[in-house]
């Protein structure tokens, strides 16, 4: 099975600093990657998917960014942070179709302050 | 009509009861269901995938009615460590794309 590192685990962050989280997949290769965000006491809400190295889908508008630099290599980023950002950040990575079990990195918990 | 809809609860059960969780889709082309487990501040973990037959792993039972466009999950003999969040999670067909459920809470109570 995928293992996804996930970094930093915590972080406490002033509004309008910048923003990098970063998640390695082991195990796999040319997995699909996926960027979720769970606020306190809310449900999962998927902010960015990628297919293959430099695409890049976006489900929510935003101030924040994603990059996939390798194939394994997934980073989330934002240039200036806004208190609404805070949330618990999760990497997660499947293979093939929708259809498959996605696997998810330990998160990630940014505050926002 | 949400994508996936989830009881937030919370379901307050004691140890030894049966408890069970429905969850609706509203994509009829859905192929793949599943249910995750999320304790508390830790990501979500594969409890359990759902299949057409229906299936079953230990005090772990998972059901899918197309017609209806839900799917289930049935506990039986709670035991405390079973507290926790379960999300149900329903692909969309054709892409990448999965949904997670809002969750529903379970406290198991001694």
């Known amino acids: 099975s995928q293992t996804i590192h996930q970094w930093p685990a915590t972080l406490v962050q002033p509004v309008g600093s910048p923003l990098s989280l970063e998640c390695t997949v082991e195990?796999?290769?040319?997995?699909?990657l996926y960027w979720y965000r769970q606020a306190a006491g809310r449900g999962l809400q998927l902010l960015f998917y990628?297919?293959?190295?430099?695409?890049i889908s976006s489900e929510v508008p935003q101030n924040l960014s994603a990059s996939r630099p390798q194939d394994r290599q997934f980073i989330l980023s934002s240039k200036k942070l806004l208190l609404s950002d805070s949330g618990f950040y999760l990497c997660?990575?499947?293979?093939?179709?929708?259809?498959?079990?996605?696997?998810f990195g330990e998160g990630s918990w940014l505050t926002v302050v | 009509r949400k994508e996936v809809e989830q009881d937030p609860g919370p379901f307050n059960v004691p140890e030894g009861a049966t408890v069970a969780f429905n969850c609706t889709y509203s994509?009829?082309?859905?192929?793949?269901f599943f249910w995750y487990r999320q304790d508390c501040r830790k990501e979500p973990k594969l409890l359990m995938s759902?299949?057409?037959s229906g299936n079953e792993d230990g005090r772990f039972t998972a059901q899918l009615n197309r017609a209806s466009q839900y799917i289930s999950l049935l506990i039986r003999d709670s035991k405390l460590s079973d507290s926790a969040t379960y999300l149900c999670?329903?692909?969309?067909?054709?892409?990448?794309?999965?949904?997670f459920g809002a969750g529903t809470r379970l406290f198991v109570k001694a």
């Open positions: 994509n009829s082309a859905s192929q793949s």
């Open positions: 195990g796999t290769s040319n997995p699909n």
């Open positions: 759902v299949y057409s």
């Open positions: 990628s297919v293959g190295i430099g695409q």
């Open positions: 997660a990575s499947s293979e093939g179709y929708s259809g498959n079990t996605i696997y």
């Open positions: 999670v329903v692909n969309i067909p054709g892409g990448f794309k999965t949904i």
